[in-house]
């Protein structure tokens, strides 16, 4: 059953209880709602949570569990000759996942029939055929023992799925049983609500955490599978491919374990520990100048620093703050001290009428408007500076238009907390409004417009469409706004898409500059809470 459906189910019998609840309060009361000790409504709303609260909690819980559980059963399934050099468990089992979604897809496409889908016995080259014939995402080849493990992926999953709506329903029904017993006019059902509001409120509260949390443990699994793979085949290209020989030659426990026909790749991971493999990859991502990923399969072909990728997000990030600040600021200032109340009800909120455009637009305004006034003015029948209409300059002003409205909105926030009386103070020594916004307000709001100006620039550092429709794909070092650069948001979408073996440093690089990205905005973020929070202490 979809768990859609199921949520409604839940929620059904919640609302039936709600109604029987009320109902036997006021029965238990002779319909004198006086004599109880709480409103009616709060005898309706126990039962209601009683039944809905531990029936979705069960759910969710069984839905992460459910999972973890199938997996750990089916990953030993997987024979070791299935885990290539330079592969682990977990990209194999990424796959069994991407050929079980492609059956189910294909017998809801009526492609290929639920038998076919379930039949040990198929041919695992005809199915890979099948699969890719109906649209479905399959990376290589699905083997015989990829194939079987798929199929009872499959049958795991929808035996789960219907254990759980039984149990799900069934805990609904003992929660409405529960509670309906519980109801009487003397029952405290006040009480039990406005706990159970204050936990939920608490558990809500907690999402925030637990989803950073989440965050950091899905990318610092694949982070440190690319660095063990960019690692090694750094290493063993450096040893080239005669010293490997030489080495294996001299070594009979080593030549033993490998075998005759042994790859590079396989005698690194043999011969380098996890950390020397993993200190390598990663000193090279950070200190490799040049971003050259090369998709031939070579292990240590590629070349992926992250040196060309932070300076054009840091480049593109800056230019879209010079556009940005300004205007934003003088903006506030004027919204905040000059504007009357009726320019302002209706300036501030068609300048923030910029924040709810899709950043596709922008993307699409930077590549259809900007770029060609850029080129008009700075292109080859000018000046000649610039030589196609995606480059730094044209991305930065799209950005930083973006960007106007966060700079406005929360300045303006920060410079009306400035307290009135320090406006006056000013007055009364004489001085103009434009001095007493100089020397007093903007001083005073500093700290917080600073915290305002580093949250608009972590929003600046993880934006993507408009990188990518105006800024261009080229990795460089270069100090020229006119030319094309790209960025790390650009390089995570592309290095994700396409036919790529995901078991590849190419593809596993994605999460290592997420991991970086996330670490970058994550210190942005914090530092300009701190700051504001610090100038509120001030003067709340």
Excluded: C
């Amino acid at each position: 059953m979809p768990v859609l459906w199921l949520i409604l189910i839940v929620l059904v019998i919640g609302a039936v209880g709600f109604v029987i609840g009320r109902q036997k309060a006021l029965g238990s009361a002779g319909g004198d709602s006086r004599e109880l000790h709480s409103l009616p409504t709060y005898y309706g709303s126990n039962v209601f949570m009683k039944v809905v609260v531990p029936a979705l909690l069960l759910m969710v819980v069984w839905l992460v569990v459910q999972p973890l559980m199938i997996e750990n059963t089916i990953s030993k399934m997987i024979p070791d000759s299935e885990i290539d050099a330079g592969s682990n468990l977990g990209l194999v089992m990424a796959e069994v996942r991407r050929a079980a979604e492609g059956l189910d897809n294909a017998v809801a496409a009526g492609a290929i029939s639920e038998d076919m889908a379930r039949n040990a016995r198929a041919d695992f080259t005809d199915m890979t055929t099948r699969l890719k014939d109906a649209g479905q995402i399959v990376t290589s080849e699905i083997t015989q023992p990829i194939l079987a493990a798929a199929q009872q992926y499959r049958i795991s999953t929808s035996r789960g799925s219907l254990l759980m709506t039984i149990a799900v329903i069934a805990v609904a029904l003992a929660g409405l049983a529960w509670a309906y017993m519980q109801t009487h006019k003397d029952f405290r059902a006040r009480n039990v609500v406005e706990q159970g509001v204050l936990a939920i409120l608490i558990s809500a509260a907690s999402i925030a955490i637990l989803t950073t949390i989440g965050i950091v443990l899905s990318l610092i699994g694949n982070t440190v599978a690319f660095a063990d793979l960019y690692g090694v085949g750094l290493l063993v290209r450096e040893l080239g491919h005669e010293e490997i020989a030489r080495i294996v030659a001299a070594d009979p426990e080593l030549a033993a374990k490998l075998g005759q026909d042994y790859s590079d790749i396989e005698f690194g991971m043999e011969y380098y520990s996890g950390w020397a493999r993993s200190w390598a990859g990663l000193a090279d991502f950070f200190t490799n100048l040049d971003w050259a990923p090369s998709f031939s399969g070579r292990g240590g072909a590629s070349s992926l620093g992250i040196i060309p990728l932070l300076w054009g997000t840091l480049y593109i990030s800056v230019v879209a703050l010079v556009v940005a600040v300004p205007i934003g600021l003088f903006a506030a200032v004027y919204l905040s001290e000059y504007a009357s109340n009726r320019v302002r009800s209706f300036a501030k909120p068609m300048l923030e009428v910029l924040a709810g455009i899709p950043t596709i637009v922008y993307g699409l305004f930077a590549l259809l408007t900007i770029g060609p006034i850029l080129m008009s003015v700075f292109g080859d029948n000018t000046v000649g500076w610039m030589q196609g209409q995606r480059a730094v300059l044209t991305a930065g002003i799209a950005m930083g238009i973006m960007l106007i409205p966060f700079v406005s909105s929360l300045s303006d926030d920060i410079i009306n907390a400035v307290p009135q009386a320090m406006r006056d103070g000013s007055y009364g020594l004489g001085a103009t409004r434009s001095e007493t916004i100089r020397q007093v307000v903007l001083p005073a709001a500093l700290p917080g417009i600073v915290g305002a100006i580093l949250l608009a620039a972590s929003r600046a550092i993880g934006e993507t469409m408009i990188v990518v429709l105006g800024a261009g794909a080229a990795a460089r070092l270069s100090l020229n706004p006119f030319e094309a650069m790209t960025t790390v948001t650009a390089k995570i979408v592309s290095q994700l898409t396409g036919d790529s073996d995901f078991a590849s440093p190419e593809a596993l690089v994605a999460f290592a500059l997420g991991m970086t990205l996330f670490l970058m905005t994550l210190g942005l973020n914090v530092f300009a809470l701190y700051i504001v929070r610090k100038y509120r202490e001030q003067y709340d």
